[in-house]
């Protein structure tokens, strides 16, 4: 009996380990503050749950912000157009919308990317509409 209960015990911790790794977007960020900023592209973290990438942005001649942005994981990427080795690479300048944290930290949560020659991907879902929404066509003109 002993040996059952250590199980479900053991089981109960596992999915509340899960439940804790995923987070809902208004949890973290906020679909007031939308933020559109431009930099230079210093890494790319193609990793799942979310792809990262680090975005050196100047504020002024002596200040650059150092910038995370979390976008959709990558096989949802790879659907919208994104490739791993290709698409951005450090050292491109490139331009992100979406929404910065709720802590007011230099972390946001991308909407779309402008890529160094003009071409714009989708990188993560419109705020509210669910982490992993993505709709059929390119997104909306603004």
Partial sequence: MTSIASRV?????LLASLGWA???FEAEYDSKKPVTLQGVLTKLDWENPHV???VDV???QANVEHWTFEAFPPNVL???GWNKDDTVKPGDVITVFGWRARDGSALAHAREITLPDGRKLMAGSASGLGAYFVP????PPK
């Fill in 9 to 13: 015990c053991l089981g109960v911790i």
């Fill in 136 to 139: 059929s066509g390119p997104p």
């Fill in 52 to 54: 990262q990438f680090y």
């Fill in 78 to 80: 790879v659907r919208l």
């Fill in 22 to 24: 995923h987070h809902s």
């Fill in 58 to 60: 100047t504020v002024s």
